[in-house]
């Protein structure tokens, strides 16, 4: 999971220091986002 999250740092950006968002909350977004897809086989 933690390579999907990296991924999509990646590809998306991390948030701006200055938009106030914490790593924790950027992480928890993208897993819920994760939660809500299809399974898919590696």
Excluded: K, T
């Amino acid at each position: 999971m933690l390579a999907s999250v990296l991924e999509d740092i990646a590809a998306n950006g991390y948030p701006a220091a200055e938009s106030g968002v914490l790593w924790e909350e950027a992480r928890d977004a993208h897993l819920e986002r994760l939660a809500g897809e299809q399974p898919r086989v590696a």
